[in-house]
């Protein structure tokens, strides 16, 4: 900042008042629209299977052939009543009255069943569901109905995926309104702690909101034009983003602006001269998450497909609101914004002390950091370092291959319980059959090795419409297609030379053991018909766990390459780049291994979803890299100014609160998911929420820090900033802070 700045230097009116007022009225204006489309997200969100099926698979070329043999989009809901004893031939008729009010329901196409379980003690049906329409709605009918309608005493549910995917739906439920209330109540109360002031608070939660209504909006034209999907779990994901990194980047940018009004007067100055400064490290951040999150466009899974570009639409918002909205405000609000505690002006002799040892108008605790840092940085770091190695190893107890569907909501759900008593009396998997699609000259062949493997408890050719074509006594009475019963059908349905085969599976769908078979199927069905192919619930589960391991691999050296690339840019060096991704790296890994050890012994979850390694990475690697930025460039900043090691100690000083704050409001952002009983949300809360503290507390302020003053102006090379003769200040500071005179070895 320069010295000889008027404090009383007038600025135009249109600098003063318009352009400021004009800024504020266009972002009031966007989030008129932007705030009511927050509840028409529906219109263009759906939590259907085909969101996230991976889109090169084999299950998903399977559906593509299913969806020609069928005139709508449909899933079963599969209806299970329950009694403790044998049911009476009273009570099967009741059951048996009951097909003809489902129908009448108009739920889907024709009732299959009742079914009887061997042991007698249960009945179900399937209901054909068409998906493109209101699947919780109709759930929630069918339930009314077989409450109502089933034999007095008894149990019912209904499951199946239908089922399920109408308990999923509920459980997004909060994502409108309880999320959002539970992170900006979290965030305010963490900037009224930090700022002490009442408006200020006010007005950065008004720039996150603000920023999230925008993203909304453009969120919302992307996905009526068709250009993304969007489903519960990216519109989650979308609001903590939005109202994290906004705040985060409001931060940055207020310290600037009070740091600023210790300089000047004149709030609109003071405002310009924030923006200088901030405006640098603030992009660089937004564009290192935007060009990460975009990364996922390489995925094969559709959901991760869907969320990298609704990610991104967030963080372009927040990084605009945080540049434009908040400098307007605090140029119109000036000191009054931090009132009761407004900033002073400062005597000039005393805006840009002369640093010796970088330590000078330091106190508290980041005093006492820089201090440690400056007196034993190689021990520092090297600890730091080998602490996060130790953490590193619970990744090895880290089972991220994919949990049952019915792990997935941890809240109390119909379908789940229906899926226990579906297993405890009929084949595991039924309402969920394996789809084989096999070419028309091989049918009878496919039919019979599906048959013969094992896993498989009955196998049946589909005719037109979707109706079984029976060839044994293993058929339900009742359904349509057994043995008798009138207008069997004979042919099977046959769609340009393939044929459909059902295949009930004795594993439950979502089982470790389902998915066996269907590897199993896959290689013996492939001997028989080269083109054959296993698809239905279990195989897209399988495929889903599998592309997300191998999108593991394609995608995070795309991200780090990226990240790599912003850092030599902004930083204008190569060396401090490399550290820089090298230490958010290790810090990913303590926290995924600390989150592994967390979910297994605290938690006891069965496990994680195959995509929770790489949003973590992701989310872990773009946003800690966002610490690293603030700090680098202000070090950079000052070391320009008062030499290497002197300006590694002004920079942790200066940016060490704004950082810690911005690191405990992400947090506390992504922890809000926690309220959300879907376990891979909650997982994620976990494993972002505790990887920011992480490289917050130890990353950024000791591990970073002290490797960069141990290795000095080289940090910099091959830049001009990193010769020792552009840096002479530099050489007397060890012995000045006490520094042992190891750590400058080499460099002198």
Same mark, same amino acid.
Request: proline share 5%.
């Given at each position: 900042?320069?010295?000889?700045? *008027?404090?009383t ?28 489309t927050?509840?028409r997200?529906? #219109? ?38 329950? @009694? ?8 099967l008729? #009741? ?13 889907? *196409? ?5 079914i ?24 929630? #009918?069918l339930?009314?109905?077989v ?12 499951t ?8 999923? !739906? @509920? ?13 900006? =109540? ?7 702690v930090?700022?002490r *002031? ?13 920023a ?8 919302? +034209?992307m996905?009526?034009? =068709? ?10 994901i ?5 109202? =994290? ?14 740091? &600023? ?18 405006? #640098? ?6 564009a ?13 899974l559709?959901s ?6 609704? &990610? ?5 918002? @927040?990084?605009?609101a ?29 805006r ?11 106190k ?41 569907q ?16 579906l ?51 293993a @058929? ?5 297609g ?26 439950a ?6 998915e066996?078979v ?31 391991q ?51 012994n605290?938690?006891?979850?069965? +496990? ?5 390694p790489?949003?973590?990475? !992701? ?14 460039s ?7 100014k ?8 002004r ?8 950082i810690? *704050? ?9 922890? &809000?998911l ?44 091959p ?10 200040r ?9 520094a ?9």
């Amino acid at each position: 900042m320069n010295k000889t700045s *008027s404090t009383t230097a007038r600025v135009p009116f249109w600098l003063r008042w318009l352009v400021p007022v004009l800024l504020v009225v266009t972002w009031l204006a966007i989030a008129g629209i932007g705030g009511p489309t927050f509840g028409r997200l529906e #219109e263009v969100s759906s939590n259907d299977q085909a969101s996230f099926l991976p889109a090169g698979a084999e299950a998903t070329a399977a559906q593509e052939w299913q969806a020609k043999f069928r005139d709508s989009k449909e899933i079963p809901a599969v209806i299970v009543i329950e @009694s403790g004893s044998a049911f009476t031939p009273a009570q099967l008729g #009741e059951a048996a009255a009951l097909k003809g009010k489902l129908e009448a329901l108009k739920a889907g *196409s024709t009732v299959i069943g009742p079914i009887p379980s061997e042991d007698s003690k249960a009945v179900q049906f399937v209901v054909p569901i068409d998906s493109s329409g209101e699947v919780k709605e109709v759930v929630k #009918e069918l339930r009314d109905e077989v409450a109502a309608s089933a034999p007095e005493g008894m149990q019912t549910y209904v499951t199946g995926p239908a089922g399920l995917t109408a308990d999923l !739906v @509920s459980a997004f439920a909060g994502i409108d309104g309880i999320l959002l209330l539970v992170a900006l =109540g979290a965030v305010f109360l963490i900037l009224l702690v930090v700022y002490r *002031s009442l408006l200020l608070p006010i007005a950065v939660l008004f720039t996150s909101v603000f920023a999230l209504c925008a993203a909304i909006l453009l969120v919302f +034209g992307m996905a009526k034009l =068709g250009w993304i999907q969007l489903n519960g779990q990216s519109q989650g994901i979308l609001s903590i983003l939005v109202i =994290g990194a906004a705040t985060d980047y409001a931060l940055l940018y207020v310290a600037r602006f009070r740091e &600023a009004l210790t300089h000047t007067t004149n709030r609109t100055t003071a405002a310009m001269t924030a923006w200088k400064g901030s405006w #640098e490290p603030i992009l660089a951040s937004g564009a290192t998450v935007i060009i990460a999150l975009l990364c996922l466009l390489f995925s094969d899974l559709n959901s991760n497909k869907a969320l990298g570009p609704v &990610a991104a639409a967030g963080i372009l918002c @927040s990084l605009f609101a945080a540049l434009t909205l908040l400098p307007a405000m605090m140029a119109l609000l000036g000191r009054v914004a931090f009132w009761p505690f407004r900033p002073k002006l400062l005597p000039e002799t005393e805006r840009e002390p002369e640093l010796v040892t970088g330590l000078e108008g330091q106190k508290g605790l980041w005093h006492a950091t820089g201090s440690l840092v400056a007196r034993r940085p190689r021990t520092v770091w090297v600890a730091s370092v080998l602490l996060l190695l130790v953490a590193s190893g619970g990744v090895l107890q880290l089972r991220a291959n994919g949990v049952p569907q019915t792990d997935v909501i941890l809240t109390a759900s119909n379908a789940v319980d229906g899926q226990d008593a579906l297993a405890r009396h009929f084949d595991a998997g039924s309402g969920s059959p394996a789809v084989i699609v096999a070419d028309e000259t091989k049918a009878r062949e496919v039919l019979d090795a599906v048959k013969a493997s094992d896993g498989v408890g009955d196998a049946f050719l589909l005719a037109d419409g979707g109706a079984p074509i029976v060839t044994g006594a293993a @058929s339900a009475p009742g359904a349509p297609g057994a043995p008798g019963s009138p207008g069997a059908p004979t042919t099977p349905g046959v769609r340009d030379g393939k044929v459909l085969i059902n295949a009930t599976l004795n594993s439950a769908a979502d089982s470790n053991e389902a998915e066996n078979v269907v590897v199993s199927l896959r290689q013996e069905l492939k001997k028989v018909d080269a083109g054959a192919l296993v698809g239905g619930v279990t195989a897209t589960a399988l495929d889903t766990n599998t592309t997300a391991q191998r999108d593991l691999v394609t995608i995070i050296p795309v991200v780090l390459a990226v990240i790599l690339v912003i850092l030599m840019l902004l930083l204008r060096s190569v060396l401090a780049p490399v550290l820089l991704v090298a230490s958010v790296v290790l810090s990913y890994g303590a926290a995924m291994g600390v989150s592994a050890v967390v979910f297994n012994n605290f938690f006891g979850f069965p +496990g994680a979803d195959a995509t929770v390694p790489l949003f973590g990475f !992701v989310f872990l690697v773009a946003l800690g890299v966002d610490y690293n930025i603030f700090l680098m460039s202000r070090v950079r900043e000052e070391s320009l100014k008062h030499g290497t090691r002197p300006g590694i100690l002004r920079g942790l000083g200066v940016t060490g609160g704004v950082i810690t *704050s911005a690191g405990v409001v992400l947090a506390a952002t992504f922890a &809000a998911l926690g309220v959300i009983p879907i376990m891979f949300l909650v997982q994620l809360a976990f494993i972002v929420a505790f990887g920011v503290l992480l490289d917050t507390v130890l990353v950024r302020s000791l591990l970073v820090p002290a490797l960069a003053y141990d290795i000095g102006p080289r940090l910099w090379w091959p830049s001009k900033l990193g010769l020792p003769e552009t840096d002479a200040r530099a050489r007397a500071v060890p012995a000045a802070a006490g520094a042992p005179e190891s750590a400058d070895a080499g460099i002198r």
